[in-house]
Nanobody, 120 residues
Framework: QVQLVESGGGLVQPGGSLRLSCAAS????????MGWYRQAPGKERELVAT???????NYADSVKGRFTISRDNAKNTVYLQMNSLKPEDTAVYYC??????????????WGQGTLVTVSS
């Protein structure tokens, strides 16, 4: 089995910064894509950023220029550096990964979520 555990959420003032981490553990043969999604109250879960196994990144328009996604393959960890945070960024942030556990395809896994609150 595979587990994704997020950390780094909390309360931050507008304009501030926060760094989220997500570590994958368990029976991992290989990790393909990794990414971050978020869900605010009353809204559907939306894509924030993704990063491929080769390092290619994709960002939602709302976070381009402010957020940076990165990964450390040796640690099976993905990061999200969030700068110039806005109240609109307030949401539960979820880690996502496509993980190969010894078969011939990738299964999609989700973390439990970490709350980010941007408020003065």
């Amino acid at each position: 089995q595979v587990q994704l555990v997020e950390s780094g959420g909390g309360l931050v003032q507008p304009g501030g910064s926060l760094r989220l981490s997500c570590a994958a553990s368990g029976s991992i043969f290989s990790i393909n894509y990794m990414g971050w999604y978020r869900q605010a109250p009353g809204k559907e879960r939306e894509l924030v950023a993704t990063i491929s196994s080769g390092g290619s990144t994709n960002y939602a328009d709302s976070v381009k220029g402010r957020f940076t996604i990165s990964r450390d393959n040796a640690k099976n960890t993905v990061y999200l550096q969030m700068n110039s945070l806005k109240p609109e960024d307030t949401a539960v942030y979820y880690c996502n990964a496509g993980v190969m556990t010894g078969g011939f395809y990738w299964n999609n896994y989700w973390g439990q979520g970490t709350l980010v609150t941007v408020s003065s």
